[in-house]
């Protein structure tokens, strides 16, 4: 990781994470139902999609606490997806990020409910949001339900269950994993760019960057889950070869599927370089995507 990027996560991390976390502790609501919203979203985790929003918004030195705001937001849309995606009826999975999983600790029921109330929370964040005009605000709860619903990461999710009885092509994978990954990285990515006014040229290189960013980040799950350990993953290393499911590596062959990984990121520098800003920060980014070992 370079320097540059370092000193950004050291700078804005604690301030995304104090928000996530008092967000939460704010609400009036069961106790044990907070216990187990937080349980998961203290278990760690890189924050890359809120980071991603603070760090559009700082490309454009629109440095709003808002950002932190939006990014605990998508955040709490995502960790509520993984607390689904580890219950029995989904991946049945004991261990996220080197901890028992939510319905490990607190039962199925509970886990599905902590998960029901982070995805709801989400969009009343985004609604209470302050010095943000409220066209702007319903543009980001839009852009929000699209990218986590069934156009989006929901929508994906279903194309994955219905894969895994079959061989996928490159086509229906890439599909997949649009949805199922990207749309919630494009969101972060593209509620940035939101909040910062940037021109309609600016928004869709952003878009392009991000979609290219979105098929890189999964295609490296897909390699790590072949390469890496399950210590290092947080999670059970090799499943996706025990369940058969379609992957990067065993449509195209690891040797491949890093090919494909270049090529995603080859083209989301090639999308910032029509951005005329410093966006070195996001080129990191990108290279950080495709260079990581969980």
Known sequence: MSKQLQQFIDDNLPKIEEELYDLVERIKAPE????????????????????????????????????????????MIHTYSLIHDDLPSMD???????????HVVFGEALATLAGDALNT???GVLARLEN????????????????????????GQVLDIDGENRRLNLSELEEVHINKTGAILRFSIESGAVLSDATKEERDALAEYAHHIGLAFQIQDDILDIVGTSEELGKTAGKDVESHKSTYPALLTLEGANAKLEEHFSLAVSALAKIRKDTSLLEEFARYIVKRTN
């Open 92 to 102: 049945n999975d004991d261990m996220r990020r080197g901890k028992p999983t939510n």
């Open 121 to 123: 929370l989400s969009f």
């Open 32 to 75: 044990t139902l907070t216990e187990s919203m937080l349980y998961s979203l203290k278990a760690g985790g890189k924050r890359i999609r809120p980071l991603f929003v603070v760090a559009v918004c700082d490309l454009f030195h629109n440095k709003q606490h808002e950002a932190l705001t939006v990014g605990a937001a998508v955040e």
């Open 132 to 155: 943000v005009e409220p066209l702007k605000k319903v543009e980001l709860i839009n852009m929000l339900s699209i990218a986590s619903g069934a156009e989006g990461m929901v929508g």
